[in-house]
């Protein structure tokens, strides 16, 4: 059974930053990928990074350009979310998920949600001005 775990939300000022963990537990894709979402009340979910397990191809969406990295530690399971240059804009409920297939390590994946299976729980991230 696969699980995953977030961590590290929390409240911050404007300009400050945070990183979110995301452990897995049960989930044997070693060359899957791996992604954060973001959804605020009433809105709808947006992708905001992804990464492909083994080889680190990495995806952003465009407001998150230069602000957050996406990365990996294989050995733990973990995947992390580094966000930097916090704004306002930014306050979401944060999501992992995981796809259910292995590609070629050098295949970039997506920030569409249809395309992951597995869900985390959420952590909030609220940024104040």
């Known amino acids: 059974q696969v699980q995953l775990v977030e961590s590290g939300g929390g409240s911050v000022q404007a300009g400050g930053s945070l990183r979110l963990s995301c452990a897995a537990s049960?989930?044997?894709?070693?060359?899957?990928?791996m992604a954060w979402f973001r959804q605020e009340p009433g809105k709808e979910r947006e992708g905001v990074a992804s990464i492909r397990r083994s080889g680190g191809r990495t995806v952003y969406a465009d407001s998150v350009k230069g602000r957050f990295t996406i990365s990996e530690d294989f050995a733990k399971n973990t995947v992390y979310l580094q966000m930097n240059s916090l704004n306002p804009e930014d306050t979401a409920l944060y999501y992992c998920a995981a796809d259910r297939r292995n590609e070629f390590t050098w295949a970039t994946c997506s920030i569409r949600g249809s395309d992951f299976v597995y869900w985390g729980q959420g952590t909030q991230v609220t940024v104040s001005s």
């Open positions: 049960g989930y044997d894709y070693t060359s899957g990928c």
